[in-house]
Protein backbone atom coordinates (compact mmCIF):
# COMPACT_ATOMS: atom_id res chain seq x y z
CA UNK A 1 0.00 0.00 0.00
CA UNK A 2 1.32 3.30 -1.25
CA UNK A 3 0.80 6.58 1.50
CA UNK A 4 0.91 9.49 -0.47
CA UNK A 5 2.55 12.15 2.22
CA UNK A 6 1.71 15.85 1.81
CA UNK A 7 5.21 18.36 1.50
CA UNK A 8 5.07 20.83 4.27
CA UNK A 9 6.19 23.24 2.08
CA UNK A 10 2.95 23.00 0.25
CA UNK A 11 0.63 24.57 3.28
CA UNK A 12 3.11 27.65 3.90
CA UNK A 13 2.90 30.40 2.13
CA UNK A 14 6.45 31.96 1.10
CA UNK A 15 7.74 34.81 4.24
CA UNK A 16 7.96 37.81 2.36
CA UNK A 17 9.46 39.68 5.32
CA UNK A 18 11.82 36.89 5.27
CA UNK A 19 13.19 36.99 1.48
CA UNK A 20 13.12 40.80 1.72
CA UNK A 21 15.08 41.28 4.63
CA UNK A 22 17.50 38.57 3.79
CA UNK A 23 17.99 40.30 0.56
CA UNK A 24 18.54 43.79 1.56
CA UNK A 25 19.43 43.63 5.01
CA UNK A 26 22.29 41.35 5.01
CA UNK A 27 26.42 42.95 5.72
CA UNK A 28 27.04 42.82 2.31
CA UNK A 29 24.04 45.12 1.48
CA UNK A 30 23.98 47.84 4.52
CA UNK A 31 26.69 49.98 3.46
CA UNK A 32 25.67 50.24 -0.06
CA UNK A 33 23.00 52.07 -1.77
CA UNK A 34 20.08 50.50 -3.40
CA UNK A 35 19.34 49.92 -6.39
CA UNK A 36 16.48 47.74 -7.26
CA UNK A 37 14.74 47.58 -10.93
CA UNK A 38 11.20 45.71 -11.38
CA UNK A 39 11.44 42.84 -13.97
CA UNK A 40 8.99 42.17 -16.76
CA UNK A 41 7.16 38.71 -17.16
CA UNK A 42 6.44 35.85 -13.95
CA UNK A 43 8.70 38.06 -11.88
CA UNK A 44 6.89 41.20 -12.06
CA UNK A 45 4.12 40.59 -9.74
CA UNK A 46 6.89 39.69 -6.76
CA UNK A 47 9.51 42.87 -7.91
CA UNK A 48 6.15 44.95 -7.56
CA UNK A 49 5.72 43.76 -4.11
CA UNK A 50 9.53 44.57 -2.78
CA UNK A 51 9.36 48.20 -4.74
CA UNK A 52 6.31 48.63 -2.74
CA UNK A 53 8.36 48.18 0.28
CA UNK A 54 11.37 49.98 -0.03
CA UNK A 55 9.34 53.39 -1.39
CA UNK A 56 6.63 52.69 1.40
CA UNK A 57 6.37 56.04 3.40
CA UNK A 58 8.60 58.12 1.08
CA UNK A 59 7.92 61.61 0.68
CA UNK A 60 7.08 63.13 -2.82
CA UNK A 61 6.44 66.17 -4.30
CA UNK A 62 4.55 66.67 -7.99
CA UNK A 63 6.04 69.47 -8.29
CA UNK A 64 9.76 67.96 -8.73
CA UNK A 65 9.10 65.33 -11.15
CA UNK A 66 11.28 65.80 -14.24
CA UNK A 67 10.40 63.98 -17.67
CA UNK A 68 13.10 62.64 -19.91
CA UNK A 69 12.49 60.66 -23.05
CA UNK A 70 8.66 59.60 -21.94
CA UNK A 71 10.40 58.31 -18.67
CA UNK A 72 9.22 60.14 -15.13
CA UNK A 73 11.29 60.95 -12.51
CA UNK A 74 10.71 61.52 -8.94
CA UNK A 75 12.81 62.71 -6.43
CA UNK A 76 11.99 61.35 -3.21
CA UNK A 77 13.31 60.97 0.59
CA UNK A 78 13.34 56.91 1.39
CA UNK A 79 12.94 55.55 4.78
CA UNK A 80 15.59 53.00 4.63
CA UNK A 81 12.68 49.81 5.38
CA UNK A 82 15.07 47.32 4.63
CA UNK A 83 17.19 48.38 7.20
CA UNK A 84 15.00 48.38 10.17
CA UNK A 85 15.49 45.86 13.00
CA UNK A 86 12.83 45.95 15.21
CA UNK A 87 14.62 43.67 17.98
CA UNK A 88 17.25 46.46 18.14
CA UNK A 89 17.57 48.06 21.63
CA UNK A 90 17.34 51.09 19.95
CA UNK A 91 15.23 50.11 16.25
CA UNK A 92 16.10 53.61 14.30
CA UNK A 93 14.97 54.49 11.07
CA UNK A 94 16.95 56.19 8.81
CA UNK A 95 16.13 58.24 5.17
CA UNK A 96 18.01 58.62 2.37
CA UNK A 97 17.79 60.25 -1.19
CA UNK A 98 16.12 58.14 -3.83
CA UNK A 99 15.00 58.60 -7.40
CA UNK A 100 12.22 56.67 -9.07
CA UNK A 101 12.12 56.43 -12.40
CA UNK A 102 9.23 54.67 -14.51
CA UNK A 103 8.83 55.03 -18.27
CA UNK A 104 7.80 55.14 -21.30
CA UNK A 105 4.62 56.48 -19.41
CA UNK A 106 2.18 57.04 -22.17
CA UNK A 107 -0.64 58.69 -20.10
CA UNK A 108 -0.73 60.16 -16.41
CA UNK A 109 -3.60 61.43 -14.11
CA UNK A 110 -3.34 62.48 -10.80
CA UNK A 111 -6.78 61.86 -8.63
CA UNK A 112 -7.75 63.57 -5.54
CA UNK A 113 -10.01 61.48 -3.11
CA UNK A 114 -11.83 64.62 -1.58
CA UNK A 115 -13.01 67.56 -3.35
CA UNK A 116 -10.40 70.90 -3.26
CA UNK A 117 -10.69 74.02 -4.67
CA UNK A 118 -7.62 74.28 -7.54
CA UNK A 119 -5.71 76.28 -5.98
CA UNK A 120 -4.89 74.38 -2.65
CA UNK A 121 -4.26 71.06 -3.80
CA UNK A 122 -1.60 69.79 -2.81
CA UNK A 123 1.40 68.39 -4.47
CA UNK A 124 3.68 66.34 -2.04
CA UNK A 125 2.44 63.36 -0.24
CA UNK A 126 3.90 60.29 1.60
CA UNK A 127 3.54 56.98 -0.51
CA UNK A 128 1.82 54.50 1.22
CA UNK A 129 0.81 51.95 -1.50
CA UNK A 130 1.96 51.04 -4.95
CA UNK A 131 -0.70 49.22 -6.67
CA UNK A 132 -0.89 47.73 -10.46
CA UNK A 133 -3.85 47.09 -12.71
CA UNK A 134 -4.59 45.36 -16.23
CA UNK A 135 -1.03 43.89 -16.49
CA UNK A 136 -2.31 40.18 -16.03
CA UNK A 137 -6.17 40.65 -17.16
CA UNK A 138 -5.23 42.20 -20.82
CA UNK A 139 -6.88 41.36 -23.90
CA UNK A 140 -6.36 43.00 -26.51
CA UNK A 141 -5.10 45.75 -24.10
CA UNK A 142 -1.32 47.16 -24.92
CA UNK A 143 -0.72 48.82 -21.75
CA UNK A 144 -1.29 48.37 -18.13
CA UNK A 145 -1.77 50.79 -15.11
CA UNK A 146 0.65 51.78 -12.33
CA UNK A 147 -0.35 53.59 -9.22
CA UNK A 148 1.29 55.54 -6.41
CA UNK A 149 -0.78 56.08 -4.01
CA UNK A 150 -0.74 58.58 -1.17
CA UNK A 151 -3.45 59.68 1.78
CA UNK A 152 -6.10 61.24 -0.33
CA UNK A 153 -3.77 61.23 -3.95
CA UNK A 154 -3.06 58.58 -6.52
CA UNK A 155 -0.85 59.01 -8.92
CA UNK A 156 -1.60 56.71 -12.18
CA UNK A 157 0.71 55.79 -15.04
CA UNK A 158 0.00 54.14 -17.92
CA UNK A 159 2.67 51.80 -19.27
CA UNK A 160 3.22 49.62 -22.26
CA UNK A 161 2.93 45.56 -21.53
CA UNK A 162 6.65 45.29 -22.95
CA UNK A 163 9.79 47.44 -22.63
CA UNK A 164 8.90 49.65 -19.77
CA UNK A 165 11.04 50.80 -16.60
CA UNK A 166 10.47 50.83 -13.55
CA UNK A 167 13.21 51.10 -10.74
CA UNK A 168 14.51 52.85 -7.47
CA UNK A 169 18.03 53.74 -6.98
CA UNK A 170 19.60 55.53 -3.73
CA UNK A 171 21.10 58.91 -4.55
CA UNK A 172 23.58 59.26 -1.43
CA UNK A 173 25.32 56.23 0.82
CA UNK A 174 25.52 58.57 4.08
CA UNK A 175 21.79 58.13 5.88
CA UNK A 176 20.07 60.73 7.35
CA UNK A 177 17.92 60.75 10.26
CA UNK A 178 14.29 60.31 9.71
CA UNK A 179 12.54 63.24 8.27
CA UNK A 180 9.01 64.01 10.25
CA UNK A 181 6.37 63.95 7.67
CA UNK A 182 3.04 65.39 8.57
Not at 3 to 27: G, I, M, V
Not at 33 to 39: E, G, T
Not at 90 to 96: E, G, I
Amino acid sequence: MHRRTRSKLSDANPDFNALFFSYFNNSKQQKKRVRFRVRQGADLRHDLQFMSSLIHDAYLDLCTVRTRAGNFIFDIARVRWELFDRMSETPLLLNTSSRIIIGPVRNTSVLYSDPLPCKTLPTAFEITALDFHGYYDMTDEDEWTLCLIGNKVKVRLSLPVYGFRIEVTDRLTVDQPQLNIE
